[in-house]
């Protein structure tokens, strides 16, 4: 994180507000994909794992297409073998609640993309795990880098939040994605 960044934070948690600061990366340099949320939600931060509502489909499906299995540590240790790193879009914001809907965008700090990309050379494709993130990547992040290399892909949320696809088409269109 840069001294901006983290001056900003201090400035938002200074306010009183509801500043929510995510998580560092999962990841090994050898990273091929990066799987990108949007910033934890409340019962992510209180465990300090990424996904951990029980009803967000994220590690069921990592543990049908990366072998994602056990504690949280193996289940991370699974990804990054299998060559996939995870971050959220953000590093910090003010965010009532848990839904990407009450993210307050004018707060939104980015995390530091151009130095994540930097230490991960081999990295081939950004997934973005619902369309929030991906809108404020394209908002807050893409125009600021210059990386040509890679392919970006939308994926459904997997979200409890997103009821209108069911378990067993988000898993076939993660799957026809992340190989």
């Known amino acids: ?61 990592m543990g049908e297409i990366a072998n994602a299995q056990g504690s ?3 289940r991370c240790d699974a990804l990054m073998d299998t060559g996939i790193a995870l971050w959220d879009v953000l590093a910090s914001s003010v965010r009532s609640g848990s839904m990407d809907a009450d993210i307050q965008s004018e707060t939104a700090i980015a995390n530091d993309f151009s130095g ?24 807050i992040v893409q ?3 210059n990386n040509d290399k890679l ?4 994926l459904p949320s997997t979200s409890p939040a997103y009821a209108s ?10 799957r026809s994605i992340i190989v």
Not at 14 to 27: E, K, L, R, T
Request: glycine content about 6%.
């Open 116 to 139: 994540f990309l930097s230490d991960h050379e081999a990295l081939e494709m950004i997934c973005f795990n619902g369309r929030k993130a991906a809108q404020m990547f394209t908002r």
């Open 165 to 174: 696809m069911n378990y067993v088409d988000k898993l076939a269109k993660w």
């Open 143 to 145: 125009p600021g880098l």
């Open 72 to 74: 949280y540590r193996e």
């Open 1 to 61: 994180m840069s001294l901006t960044q983290i001056s900003a934070i201090d400035d938002l948690m200074g306010g009183g507000a509801n500043a929510v600061v995510g998580f560092p990366a999962i990841a090994r340099a050898d990273a091929r994909i990066l799987i990108l949320g949007s910033l934890p939600s409340e019962r992510s931060l209180r465990a300090n794992q990424y996904y951990a509502h029980p009803q967000n489909a994220f590690w069921k499906i």
């Open 151 to 154: 392919n970006f892909a939308s």
